[in-house]
């Protein structure tokens, strides 16, 4: 991948779980790169999350089980 500003090619870093990092984001993976030349810092998300509903997420939470 080439870098925006200067055309050099950039490092990858490192790759997360958006939960660790961002966990808003309506992606499951960001991906950290730097260009050594102008030091400029990317991260792209990519692998958008399935639509859940929240509802659904809501009502699962407060369930609650007894023996």
Not at 2 to 25: G, H, L, M, Q
Not at 53 to 61: L, P, Q, W, Y
Request: with cysteine; charged share 40%; aromatic share 14%.
């Amino acid at each position: 991948m080439k870098c925006f500003y200067c055309n050099a090619e950039v490092r990858w870093n490192n790759d997360y779980d958006t939960e660790d990092i961002y966990p808003e984001s309506k992606h499951n993976i960001v991906s950290m790169y730097n260009c050594d030349e102008c030091d400029t810092w990317y991260e792209v998300f990519h692998q958008k999350k399935k639509n859940e509903d929240k509802n659904d997420r809501r009502k699962e939470r407060n369930t609650k089980t007894y023996p």
